[in-house]
């Protein structure tokens, strides 16, 4: 219940636009604790982590984190401004729900 409800916090943070900042600074700032809010999900993820299998569809903890760490890693790279390298960008797995295994 926990993660579900912080899964929709972030959720609502990133999907309701905050207000256009006035300056670089301002977005930089709100650019860094938005790194730290990623942080957090990342390691209560990491608490959260089942590591059953059963009949049943479970929750894909590894394909979220991957996604958040996507993300948390773009950003910190526009915020340190190393924009001037190009790398491969890893697509979102964007889909969370593991099928059981059947033998």
Do not use: C, W
């Not at 609502?12 to 957090?40: C, H, K, Q, T, W």
């Not at 390691?43 to 903890?61: A, P, W």
């Amino acid at each position: 219940m926990k993660l579900r409800l912080m899964i929709m916090m972030f959720t609502l943070m990133v999907v309701i636009p905050a207000p256009v900042l006035a300056d670089a600074e301002s977005e930089r700032a709100n650019l860094v604790r938005l790194v730290g809010e990623f942080d957090y999900l990342l390691q209560s993820l990491r608490k959260y982590k089942i590591d059953s299998v059963n009949d049943q569809y479970t929750f894909s903890y590894d394909a979220l984190s991957h996604d958040l760490t996507v993300i948390r890693d773009g950003v910190t790279e526009y915020i340190n401004k190393d924009l001037s390298l190009t790398r491969e960008i890893a697509p979102l797995v964007g889909q969370y729900i593991q099928q059981p295994i059947h033998r």
